[in-house]
């Protein structure tokens, strides 16, 4: 079965400085998507930035990037230069192709804060 | 802007009671599901629907049920509800393959 863990429950950063969150998942399949969602205190969870399994290319949103380990099974989120906006909760997702549809399983969520 | 629409942000209800929780999606989703948020556990499926009247079980199905009718509808219903149905509730759609989209949220609390 898939799992998605992430290790560190609660993280703080510094205003401006920069914070990665870890993610590591496992699964047999060679094809899939991995995903970092962010929900802010307000409780609505949005997409972060996404990343296809197939591309060796890491993933990059403005301040946000990943750091794609595919044979380390690992997709870790960097956030640069951190606003006070980004304090939430983030959540790595890995979906799979299942039953002719797609799902997604998600990690148990890393809370950061960013510290003004 | 896309949007998936959520009936209630809280909700209080009596032990034993039926509860409806009810999703709507305007982006013409295949794909939508029922998630539960609990501290510490993440989010966890409860049901997932794939198309119209379709429906399969995810990883927490039991004391739940859910209806899709309607492509842009997805009803999750708590047939007698417990104490330890007490969460939040997060809805979600997606195109085949695509990223999900989620509600906002209902914080749901037994009594």
């Known amino acids: 079965a898939q799992t998605v863990t992430q290790s560190q429950p609660e993280m703080s950063v510094q205003e401006a400085e920069t914070v990665t969150l870890s993610c590591t998942y496992d699964?047999?399949?060679?094809?899939?998507?991995l995903f970092w969602y962010k929900q802010p205190p307000s409780r609505q969870m949005i997409l972060v930035i996404r990343q296809e399994a197939y591309k060796q290319q890491n993933a990059t949103e403005n301040r946000f990037s990943v750091n794609f380990q595919k044979a380390a099974k690992s997709f870790s989120l960097k956030i640069s230069d951190s606003q006070l906006g980004d304090t939430a909760m983030y959540f790595c997702a890995f979906m799979k192709h299942d039953s002719g549809t797609y799902k997604y399983i998600f990690g148990t969520g890393t809370r950061l804060k960013v510290l003004a | 802007d896309v949007k998936v629409t959520q009936s209630s942000r809280y909700l209080v209800k009596r032990t034993g009671e039926k509860v409806f929780l009810e999703c709507v999606q305007d982006?013409?989703?295949?794909?939508m599901f029922w998630y539960r948020q609990d501290p510490g556990l993440g989010l966890r499926l409860i049901y997932f629907?794939?198309?119209?009247?379709?429906?399969e079980k995810g990883d927490i199905p039991e004391g739940y049920s859910v209806s899709r009718e309607k492509k842009e509808r997805f009803s999750l219903i708590l047939e007698s509800a417990s104490t330890n149905q007490t969460s939040m509730y997060l809805c979600a759609s997606s195109s085949l393959g695509g990223e999900a989209f989620f509600g906002q949220g209902t914080r749901l609390t037994v009594v």
């Open positions: 629907s794939y198309d119209v009247k379709m429906k």
């Open positions: 699964t047999s399949e060679s094809n899939y998507y």
């Open positions: 982006m013409d989703h295949e794909n």
